[in-house]
């Protein structure tokens, strides 16, 4: 037996020696795509210079060893490798490559990472999720994407400017809006908008989606504090597409669709409805003292009131409706856009080309958005060593806005609201309807003024790398970003507000100058054999300049609409701003054979914004790979299995410059320059923020099915806070560091491919955010901390930032209609000044919690993706519930909602809406006061993005003669739910929590084709 | 190789270039002001420049631009604020404001910038100058100081609420510039204020000199005049301040730099964009430098806001005589309403409709169903008249007759003032209170007076289509309530709220 087994040894050992003996043989294949064979293809022993090409017909030839590695090579496509056997043919399939192998993700300054490499809380959204997301501006493609991320929208107008908030408020004076980075250059959050009262235009709103190859959204300390100052709120990089090399390849696509609003809105009284309520005001007020009954009120009302909100005019010309909401909408606002690029290139250069061109119109009368844009993005490869690339793009943005952003008389969301329904759109003669005063016939100042955004952007960036060594680079990035934004704005002076100044004309300029200059070296090595070492140390000097030049005048003839034909009253205005900051940045990466990761990054930081220039951030980050080590290997359900936490600093320092001057500003009286103290100045520094962030990513079954889970806090002291002084100062405020306040929540993500053949993939993900928000300390004056109690929130330690804190609705009182509300003692009373007491109501604004979940089917070249978004824990207030509610003599000139018809009527009534009254008495007179009648749940549940597509086969696109062809209908917020069956509005609120009259959220269809060749 | 080198210089090009470290690269430009501890208030020229500002602050819409003044009529029997405009002013016609509410916020707010100008020049070391015009600026300041002050607690303090008078919670006195200190925040009673306010006046008048007759800013003989308006309102407090009132308007009108304006020239003095001969004071505005849609004449205008209109009832009835020119159709103008059958006018107190073909002037208001104003702040540009001639004149009358019912020099200027009002006006040799009050009334009707003539003489306000049952004498709400954000900072104390 043991003689047996001796002999086998030896058998063995024989065998190996000849096979290396007999190792040199020759290989041979064919090359080939998709059924074509592949000249040129380039076939090399890794590690060795030896190899070959493939020759025309594809074949190749080559003498290899068993164990040798190939590569094969061929520009544009996936290099493959193949580890030679025994066989002695291998042929070989290549592909384009579209889809990476491993998913990758753009971290801080250029850093690519895969997945497991990353120990920070990094989330990417790839290029496709953008385009498949047929808005203006491509930070509308993150919402419900990433678990934390909550946004809303702050018009639905066409770019105007979404609000985002990651993880929370962090900042009650400075800005609360994440930093985004476009290939690398920070941009100062801005909105370009000409006017502050009319729409917002949103700085991506400026950038065409389609060029973004990848978006990252970075949220804990691991990952923002190179960031420094600005990563406080979290930062968005944006990366957009570069040269692949290979044939030049062409991609179309092209879209139109419509649009109407999500939600519909609260319905407004109808003439004759208005007319009823009116009529039971009168009867209430005057019926007992002037004598007559319910029926007798309208020939009252005719007699004493003729005048009053056209009621005469109205009853006279037969008592029709008119319907303003009809009236300013625009119904199927039509979308269009069209996108063209091309890429291609060699070995040492390649390209990458788009143009674009998109139409928007807004789902309100006189606001649309058209933008055109083309960017070039190059890479050159001077030498072995040295490497430039240099992109720019241009965009050019007009958009015709309306004065939205508040309760303007020309705004036409607001004229909707409070238009009175007895007065016409037009005149019996088929003129225009222009009312002496009061609100605006809105449809005739649209028709007939002008507030168009006209802006400019190039942002340009350009980098050179050397390599010093192979570990060892050098590189220098150079970025520009300009920005020349017009606003024109003209109001006729027939009606409106241009009447008063027989026409007005204004034209502001304002010019945004940033660069930023970036020099770092990059270094790899290892000590020994398992730990890898990643090294950059870069400094970062970035300035910005804004200037603003602006003139108006006034006297405009007939005809004309420019500021060069105004002819009285000119005025001009100008400001200039800027302000620098100097960085410098460290980052170490380690990495222990995959297994353990830490990386340490730093930033000093000195800004000009502070009298305390200079700050330290830093942070520590660790990942442990627990799925790599050896004892994880043998089993085969969890395929990952990662730990990771991170904890560092941030800082903020998003205000304006010059806040620590104590400042004179000029004005003019009678001809002469005057100075006023407007500013008292002090001190300033950063604002500290500290971050943690611990999370586990799992996953299962070949990473089928993965699942996240992170804990995070965030706490923020010396906040940058604008302190409100006592007025006998002579100031308003003061900004200081002071208080601090605390961020804390979990974030699960999931995601599972729950089928995956060849015809049929089906997949569900989903993600959740929590966020509770707390004032850990309010600034201190003369050793209390301060109480700011307003009129609808309030700011008080252990409460969120703004929570909601107004007197509590106690309902109508059912014997005598009149509105009520609790006192301190729980009792009702209708003194709302006196006696109703304002308390918290245990949520603010910003949502509790925030997700989103989706479903990717796909069967064939059949595709549907679905997304729902929500979000709840917050309330919102109906702050235009003191026009919308008015059932007083408010009611006359104005209009309500359809909600006031279940007012109190009669004793044993029990509902909402106290009784009508012309001259309101008691609590009805302050009815529409800040109380909880008004305050809603803001919870929702959005259809955010339905799609469904087609991808046509390569039987198809053969013939056709094209590489790809797809075609989609898209479907965006189809279906929305909210909690509160009182919240008639969008529920998506500015992050103030107030129901505002700007354009809301669009519902969207939109037919989609994308050709490739 | 030579590709090498060029990338290399390039790089240092790039690095030395831009990124160079020096700390002066992080200093920020302010153009647009000027930093107040670098370079200090020092000179006569900055010094005026202090003042002007205090001016410009002074004719802003929250305070003479618009608010005090509409505050002044809105509360009273003259003027209302109607629903169905702008909703501007209702809350306050309505007697109906809280701690929260804009109005006393807002006008809390500017007063106090004004104060903190005055303290700015006041505090300033100007060295270099002429001394005679750095003490006359500031004198004035001195005297805007006082105006604030008074001005404040016009509003803000109770001496009209239970009886309380002089002893009643006042307004803090702000005598430092950028005053952190909480210590001088607290309210002062009504007499203290008044006290310090003299005090101010007394400063002033000491440090101005009659050289500068620039009305548009404050000269001697407006704080003259202002001192004779404090001291009668000050007078329902407290009998002695008659006296002081009395002398203060016969300096003022010694002075000589102003008079009454003639019958004739009454209607274009309010069009005027300059001052006029009875002008005082007057805040200036002109065609681009100006409160636009929240100026006076838009709140009043039918063509603009139009909230704040007069109450029909008392006006028709105060303006029923055709020879005062202060009832003539320029000021009062023609009431218009319209119904099915067509136009109708209001002419010798009954509706008749306008004719068929009868001319339509379009400088009219034939929709107009309310009383309004139309006589006075004629367009956006109007500069405000703070202080005029007559109202001098009448402080003097009413100062003195209280004291002596009799007083000749009283009489003569009564008569002469009314002369210049009424075609064929024939004098009195009498005069009581009661006449004294109702012109005055009429002089001023729409210019803002009118609630503090009824509190000096404790009526009540009568009701109105803004408040139902009116408010009595004496009711917590004829003090504003202090607004709650300075409650917040300072902690001072508030107003009764019931």
Known sequence: M?????????????????????????????????????????????????????????????????????????????????????????????????????????????????????????????????????????????????????????????????????????????????????????????????????????????????????????????????????????????????????????????????????????????????????????????????????????????????????????????????????????????????????TGGGERHNFYASLSHDKIESTVIGSDFRRIGASLSLMQKISDKVDFNTSIKVTNTKQNGTSENGAYFSNPNYTRLVMNPWNPLYNNDGSYYLPNSGYHNVVYTVNNNTKINDVTRVINSNSLSYAITDNLKFTSTLGIDYTMAEYIGYNNPIHGDGRNFQGTADRYVRKNFTYIAQNGLDYKFYLGDSHRFDAKVLVEYQKAKRDFLQGSGQVVLDGFTSLGAAAANKDNAFMYEDDANLGYVGILNYNYQNRFLVDLTGRRESSSKFTDRNGVFYSVGGAWNVH?????????????????????????????????????????????????????????????????????????????????????????????????????????????????????????????????????????????????????????????????????????????????????????????????????????????????????????????????????????????????????????????????????????????????????????????????????????????????????????????????????????????????????????????????????????????????????????????????? | MKKIIFSILSMVLLSGGLASCSDDRLDATLDSGRDNTERPIESERDLRAVLTGAYSRMVQYNYYGRDIIIFGEVRSDNAYAEAGFSNRFQIVSQFNMNANTIYPSDSWEQILRVVSSANLAISSNVTIGDPVNINHSKGEAYAVRALAHFDLLRLFGEQNVKGRALDGRGVPYMLNFADLDKNNYARKTVGEVRDLIYADLVSALELMNDGEQNKKRLTREAVLGLKSRIALFFSAYDQNDLQIAKEAAEQAMAVGFSSVVSRGGYVDSFKAEEPQVNTVFELYQDNVVNAGNNSINNIYSYEGYGDVVGLEANLVALFDDAKDIRSSAKMQGYKYIRSKDGEYKFVNNQYVLIAEGEEVEASKRYTTEYYRNFGKYTSRSSNVKVMRFEEIVFNYIEAAIALSPNDAKAITLFNELMAERYEGYAPVSTLSLEQVLVERRKEFVFEGLRFDDMMRHKMDVPETPMVKDGVAFGSYKLAFPIPQNEINDSQIEQNDVN
């Not at chain 1, 090359?31 to 890794?46: A, N, R």
């Not at chain 1, 290939?183 to 009262?197: E, K, L, T």
């Open chain 1, 628 to 1013: 790599m080590e050896n004892w994880m290997l043998e089993q085969q359900t969890i395929s990952t299995l990662k730990l990771r936490g991170s904890y560092g600093t941030n800082g903020n320092s998003q205000i304006g410059p010059n806040k620590y001057v104590q400042q004179l500003d000029i004005v003019t009286y009678d001809g002469e320059a005057g100075l006023i103290p407007t500013q008292l100045g002090g001190p300033i520094g950063w604002e500290k923020q500290k971050k943690l962030d611990v999370g586990i990513d799992l996953g299962f079954f070949n990473d089928r099915i993965n699942f996240g889970v992170a804990y995070f806090q965030s706490k923020t002291s010396d906040l940058l806070y604008n302190r409100s002084l006592s007025k006998l100062s002579g100031f308003s405020n003061q900004m200081m560091n002071m208080g601090s306040l605390d961020n804390r929540g979990i974030e699960v993500e999931f995601n599972s491919q729950i089928v995956r053949t060849d015809d049929f993939d089906l997949s569900i993900g989903a993600n959740l955010g929590t966020v509770r928000n707390r004032i850990t300390e309010m600034p201190v004056v003369d050793g209390e901390q301060l109480e700011v109690r307003g009129s609808y929130t309030a700011n008080i330690t252990g409460h969120a930032v703004g929570e909601w804190y107004m007197p509590e609705w106690a309902g109508v009182d059912p014997q005598t209609g009149q509105a009520m509300w609790y006192n301190l003692d729980g009792t009702k009373t209708t003194v709302y000044n006196a006696e109703a007491q304002s308390k918290f109501h245990g949520a603010s604004a910003l949502p509790k919690y925030t997700g989103g979940a989706n479903l990717d089917v796909r069967y064939k070249g059949l595709f549907l993706n679905a997304m729902l978004t929500f979000a709840g824990g917050h309330k919102v207030y109906e702050q235009y519930a003191f026009k919308t509610a008015g059932i007083t003599s408010v009611l006359v000139t104005s209009n309500a909602s359809a909600e006031m018809l279940d007012r109190w009527q009669k004793p044993g009534d029990i509902t909402d809406v106290p009784m009508a009254q012309y001259a309101a008495t008691g609590g009805n007179k302050n009815f529409t006061r800040p109380s909880t009648r008004f305050l809603h749940d803001g919870d929702y549940v959005r259809l955010r993005n339905l799609t469904l597509g087609y991808n046509f086969n390569n039987d198809i696109t053969r013939t056709l003669g094209v590489d790809a062809l797809s075609m989609s209908f898209i479907g965006t917020n189809l279906w929305t739910w909210v909690k509160d069956k009182g919240l008639l509005y969008d529920p998506e609120v500015s992050p103030n929590g107030m129901l505002s009259v700007t354009t809301p959220p669009v519902k969207s269809l939109v037919f989609s084709v994308n050709v490739k060749f």
């Open chain 1, 2 to 342: 043991i003689s047996k087994f001796k002999w086998t040894i030896v058998l063995v050992m024989v065998l190996f020696v000849q096979v290396s003996i007999a190792q040199v043989k020759t290989l041979t294949g064919v090359v080939s795509e998709g059924g074509m064979t592949l000249p040129g293809v380039s076939v090399i022993i890794k590690g060795t210079q030896e190899g070959t090409q493939t020759d025309l017909d594809g074949k190749y030839s080559l003498q290899v060893k068993p164990g040798d590695v190939l590569e094969f090579s061929f520009i544009g496509m996936e290099s493959l490798t193949y580890k030679v056997g025994a066989a002695a043919t291998h042929n070989v399939e290549m592909s384009y490559g579209e889809e990476m192998l491993e998913e990758v993700v753009v971290m801080a300054y250029g850093q690519v990472k895969t997945k497991n490499e990353v120990t920070g809380n990094a989330v990417a959204i790839k290029g496709d999720a953008v385009t498949a997301t047929p808005m203006a501006s491509a930070d509308q493609a993150l919402q419900g994407r990433v678990a934390g991320l909550q946004m809303s929208a702050s018009s639905g107008a066409p770019g105007a400017k979404q609000n985002i908030r990651i993880r929370g408020r962090n900042s009650m004076t400075a800005t609360n809006e994440p930093l985004y980075v476009i290939d690398g250059v920070p941009m100062y959050d801005a909105d370009f908008s000409g006017s502050s009262s009319s729409t917002s235009l949103s700085l991506l709103a400026t950038i065409n989606p389609a060029d973004i190859e990848s978006m990252t959204v970075l949220k804990d300390a691991g990952a923002t504090a190179v960031y420094g100052a600005r990563g406080t709120n979290g930062v968005i990089l944006i990366t957009t597409k570069k040269g692949k090399a290979g044939v030049t390849k062409f991609n179309f696509s092209t879209r139109v669709g419509f649009q109407n609003n999500a939600v519909k809105g609260p319905r407004l009284l109808s003439s004759t409805e208005k007319e009823e309520l009116f009529l039971d005001g009168l009867y209430n007020t005057y019926g007992t003292k002037y004598n007559f009954d319910r029926s007798g009120a309208a020939d009252f009302a005719y007699a004493n009131f003729y005048g009053k909100g056209n009621y005469g005019s109205w009853v006279d010309n037969g008592r029709q409706n008119h319907d303003w909401s009809e009236y300013v909408k625009n119904a199927d606002a039509p979308l269009t856009s069209i996108n063209f690029s091309a």
